[in-house]
């Protein structure tokens, strides 16, 4: 089991950066992909980046070029670096960890952290 925390989240104007951490406070996040995740009111809560336990990358559409998700299993943690923040881009965004054994996934979430981009 892991037990995540995301901080990293505040407020910030369209064209800015912003850099989420998520630790891992119990557990090691090098036996899992880890992810990131972003929930806006109303809406759906949406993938926006993943990185394996190899270190393959994956990125949502709508972030590519701009955001980089990276890991540092030494420090248990993952980071997502946003630069070019849009204000659709306002969302409480939420680490995952992910993996499989024996034929059973196994899934944890982090609490969110809120990101809020002003026009």
């Known amino acids: 089991q892991v037990q995540l925390v995301e901080s990293g989240g505040g407020l910030v104007q369209a064209g800015g950066s912003l850099r989420l951490s998520c630790a891992a406070s119990r557990g090691t996040i090098s036996m899992y992909d880890m992810g990131w995740y972003r929930q806006a009111p109303g809406k759906q809560r949406d993938m926006v980046a993943s990185i394996t336990i190899g270190g393959n990358t994956n990125y949502a559409d709508s972030v590519k070029g701009r955001f980089a998700i990276s890991r540092d299993n030494a420090e248990n943690t993952v980071y997502l670096q946003m630069n070019s923040l849009k204000p659709e881009g306002t969302a409480v965004y939420y680490c995952?960890?992910?993996?499989?054994?024996?034929?059973?996934?196994?899934?944890?979430w982090g609490q969110g952290t809120q990101v809020t981009v002003s026009s």
């Open positions: 995952n960890a992910r993996r499989t054994r024996l034929g059973r996934e196994y899934t944890y």
